[in-house]
């Protein structure tokens, strides 16, 4: 079965400082993969995702992820954190095998910026 | 060019009562997606819909939800005799591919109706 496994419910970062945050997946197959943005009482935003072509993916607001197929991770970073980056992230998964549609997220993570 | 629009944005039933949850996919969508997110927890997966067609149920609970999505109108999310465990927040998608070519495009999200059941 698939699944993603995100290893920190809370990150907390001062402005300014670099992101990390981890994302672990399980996938028989080659998988797609996803991060999305929740801010408070909004809906889902796309961030970045990866089809399968190259393992470094830039996304919106100066974020990338980097897909390690040999550590089953993708873990989201960025080079200077800002206070608006402060909000629940979620690492998705899409199994390109016999799916229907179905995303499948992690638990989320909440990330806290200090001033 | 409006995204994902559900309404209301709020809704508060006592238990027993009917919840009705609708959401209009973007021009152009005609696959949706339900998610409900319970507090602290991250989307879970309920129902797949194409036009007049459910297409994938099986994270929906067997009984009390059902779920449409007819050839004129939103899709709509029906809860019967809602109970406080229902209580959390629905997240509607659409996509304007076949599910099988997810991976290659995205599904935009609404931004969710937050259930309170009193």
């Known amino acids: 079965a698939q699944s993603v496994t995100q290893l920190d419910s809370h990150v907390s970062v001062s402005e300014g400082t670099p992101v990390l945050l981890r994302c672990n997946y399980s996938?028989?197959?080659?998988?797609?993969l996803f991060w999305y943005v929740q801010h408070p009482n909004k809906g889902l935003q796309l961030l970045l995702k990866?089809?399968?072509?190259?393992?470094l993916v830039k996304g919106i607001n100066g974020f990338e992820a980097e897909f390690k197929k040999s550590e089953t991770s993708f873990h989201l970073t960025k080079p200077s954190a800002h206070m608006s980056d402060a909000a629940e992230y979620f690492c998705?998964?899409?199994?390109?095998?016999?799916?229907?549609?179905?995303?499948?997220f992690g638990q989320g993570t909440t990330l806290q910026v200090k001033p | 060019n409006a995204g994902v629009m559900q309404n209301p944005r709020h809704l508060v039933r006592r238990r027993g009562q009917e919840a009705r949850l609708r959401c209009s996919p973007m021009?152009?969508?005609?696959?949706v997606y339900w998610y409900r997110q319970l507090p602290e927890e991250g989307l879970k997966f309920m129902v797949y819909?194409?036009?007049?067609?459910?297409?994938?149920e099986s994270g929906m609970p067997k009984e009390r939800f059902s779920a449409e999505f007819p050839k004129e109108g939103p899709s709509i999310l029906r809860i019967q005799q809602v109970v406080r465990g229902d209580s959390a927040a629905y997240f509607c998608?659409?996509?304007?591919?076949?599910?099988?070519?997810?991976?290659?495009?995205?599904?935009?999200f609404g931004q969710g109706t937050r259930l309170t059941v009193v």
């Open positions: 996938s028989s197959y080659s998988p797609s």
């Open positions: 021009k152009g969508h005609s696959h």
């Open positions: 998705v998964v899409i199994p390109t095998s016999g799916n229907t549609g179905k995303l499948i």
């Open positions: 819909l194409q036009k007049e067609n459910i297409i994938d």
């Open positions: 990866y089809t399968s072509a190259a393992t």
């Open positions: 998608a659409s996509s304007p591919r076949e599910s099988s070519h997810l991976m290659n495009t995205e599904a935009f």
